[in-house]
């Protein structure tokens, strides 16, 4: 798979391409390296700079992202707070108890992925239509059942964590619960359509895609347990939930690979968007009904 760091001149019209294609984009000629390559056809390589672009700017650009922004909402606090004659001690309090209410956390997280949502966009750039056409194949709906299903084991694994005496969940689902209860829609938008988006760019086509050019193996291992990490609070690594949940992220991670490498982008975003989806409307209606 190695042979995939480095370009391919076609046989027939003599053109550079992406041997991960398995054939010239120009004129579908047959790699030479197609038994190699075979194996990524469900696979949408965008070639291993754009490949590792993707997966930079959504791990890395996130939280730079995230840092910058909170940063500035938190200037723009404090000077409201001043303006409104606070100072010293009671300043530092109010600042404290505002970097951890749901407004804060909303304005960073909603304007973080909305913000990593165009730096995509433009990374992609025609690329675009590529994985857009996918919509169009049958297979791509598999990842509906699939999404479903794993919400099931999702849940399944809830309970299993639950019957052991631990109460509550993780830091990341906490957010997520408090970010649906005061403000349901955008969280619709944000976390059932345009995060998995950016997830699946990131950790698939970026990640997967990269490491799949290395090794298959290699690939799910290392996607696997980075999605799983990115899911953890790492200032709370003492909390036994923290590390109690982790094993399900990294089993998602896993499972949203497996729809990638099986049945494309378009399954594993379908998948991805379904679960997230069925658990924000679950918040909902537990928020507004369950009382």
Same mark, same amino acid.
């Given at each position: 798979?190695?042979?995939?760091?480095?370009? #391919?001149?076609?046989?027939?019209?003599?053109?550079?391409?992406?041997? $991960?294609?398995?054939?010239?984009? /120009?004129?579908?000629?047959?790699?030479?390296?197609? #038994?190699?390559?075979?194996?990524?056809?469900? =696979?949408?390589?965008?070639?291993?700079?754009? +490949? =590792?672009?993707?997966?930079?700017?959504?791990?890395?650009?996130?939280?730079?992202?995230?840092?910058?922004?909170?940063?500035?909402?938190?200037?723009?606090?404090?000077?409201?707070? #001043?303006?409104?004659?606070?100072?010293?001690? *009671? %300043?530092?309090?109010?600042?404290?108890?505002?970097?951890?209410?749901?407004?804060?956390?909303?304005?960073?997280?909603?304007?973080?992925?909305?913000? %990593?949502?165009?730096?995509?966009?433009?990374?992609?750039?025609?690329?675009?239509?590529? %994985?857009?056409?996918?919509?169009?194949?049958?297979?791509?709906?598999?990842?509906?059942?699939?999404?479903?299903?794993?919400?099931?084991?999702? $849940?399944?694994?809830?309970?299993?964590?639950?019957?052991?005496? %631990?109460?509550?969940? /993780?830091? /990341?689902? *906490?957010?997520? /619960? #408090?970010?649906?209860? *005061?403000?349901?829609?955008?969280?619709?938008? @944000?976390? *059932?359509?345009?995060?998995?988006?950016? +997830? +699946?760019?990131?950790?698939?086509?970026? =990640?997967?895609?990269?490491?799949?050019?290395?090794?298959?193996?290699?690939?799910?291992?290392?996607?696997?347990?980075?999605?799983?990490?990115?899911?953890?609070?790492?200032?709370?690594?003492?909390?036994?939930? +923290?590390?109690?949940?982790?094993?399900?992220?990294?089993?998602?991670?896993?499972?949203?690979?497996? =729809?990638?490498?099986?049945?494309?982008?378009?399954?594993?975003? $379908?998948?991805?968007?379904?679960?997230?989806? @069925?658990?924000?409307?679950? @918040?909902?209606?537990?928020?507004?009904?369950?009382?």
């Amino acid at each position: 798979m190695k042979t995939c760091f480095r370009k #391919e001149y076609c046989r027939q019209c003599g053109k550079p391409y992406d041997p $991960a294609l398995g054939k010239c984009p /120009n004129c579908g000629t047959q790699s030479v390296a197609f #038994e190699d390559v075979k194996g990524m056809a469900n =696979l949408t390589p965008m070639g291993w700079g754009k +490949e =590792l672009a993707l997966f930079l700017t959504g791990w890395l650009g996130f939280q730079l992202i995230g840092t910058l922004i909170s940063l500035i909402v938190l200037s723009v606090a404090k000077g409201a707070y #001043e303006s409104a004659g606070l100072s010293g001690a *009671s %300043l530092t309090a109010a600042m404290n108890a505002f970097q951890g209410s749901v407004t804060y956390a909303g304005a960073v997280d909603f304007s973080a992925y909305v913000i %990593l949502f165009c730096l995509m966009l433009v990374i992609l750039d025609r690329d675009l239509y590529r %994985l857009t056409k996918l919509f169009k194949k049958g297979k791509t709906y598999f990842g509906i059942l699939a999404g479903v299903g794993m919400v099931i084991l999702s $849940a399944i694994y809830g309970m299993i964590i639950q019957a052991t005496g %631990l109460k509550g969940t /993780n830091d /990341n689902q *906490s957010i997520i /619960n #408090e970010l649906v209860a *005061s403000s349901p829609i955008l969280s619709v938008l @944000i976390f *059932s359509f345009l995060g998995p988006f950016c +997830e +699946e760019l990131a950790y698939r086509v970026g =990640l997967f895609g990269l490491g799949k050019r290395i090794n298959t193996y290699f690939a799910y291992i290392v996607v696997s347990l980075i999605f799983g990490l990115i899911h953890l609070n790492f200032r709370n690594l003492g909390s036994a939930l +923290e590390w109690a949940y982790f094993p399900d992220y990294v089993i998602s991670g896993f499972l949203f690979c497996l =729809l990638y490498d099986k049945l494309g982008f378009g399954a594993s975003y $379908a998948a991805h968007v379904t679960n997230n989806f @069925i658990g924000i409307m679950g @918040i909902i209606i537990s928020v507004n009904f369950g009382k």
